[in-house]
């Protein structure tokens, strides 16, 4: 019974994951909208997702040579999909922050984390109202 929950809870708890990851780079993003040379960044939400999920091959891991070295994929599991967003207008100081684009990006990823968060509790309540056989 676990796994069925658990097969059935995987690619919405993975969309969520993603959500999260991708809601604190555009807070990023945001935050250094005057840092000088800073360049945006975003995830390629779909393909992330898809790697995710097992749909194909992932990403190469990094090859490390010492049993020091810090591992990335806990630190961001979804890093292989981050890439910078392109350049809309130059600006002087390099920056390449659009503030329309990053609280656009911001708002729906925002929806659309709360829907997923409602899909899941709505997911949750009709198994539990399945269990008790109301």
């Known amino acids: 019974m676990k796994t069925q929950l658990d097969s059935a809870l995987q690619f919405h708890q993975s969309a969520l994951n ?3 990851q991708r809601q604190q780079m555009l807070a990023s993003n945001i935050a250094n909208a005057d840092t000088p040379n800073y360049k945006a960044r975003d995830i390629d939400f779909r393909s992330a997702l898809k790697g995710a999920l097992g749909e194909r091959m992932g990403p190469l891991a990094l090859a490390s040579t010492s049993s020091r070295h810090l591992d990335v994929a806990e630190q961001m599991p ?3 999909y981050v ?3 392109r350049e809309f207008q130059s600006s002087v100081d390099g920056n390449t922050v659009n503030m329309d ?3 656009a990006a911001f708002a729906e990823n925002s929806v659309h ?3 997923s968060v409602t899909f899941i509790n709505g997911l949750l309540r009709s198994m539990q ?3 008790t056989g109301q």
Do not use: C, K, N
Request: proline fraction near 0%; charged fraction near 20%.
């Open 18 to 20: 993603l959500q999260a």
């Open 78 to 80: 979804f890093g292989a």
């Open 83 to 85: 890439g910078y967003r």
């Open 101 to 103: 684009v990053e609280r």
């Open 113 to 115: 984390y709360e829907a």
């Open 129 to 131: 109202t399945a269990i």
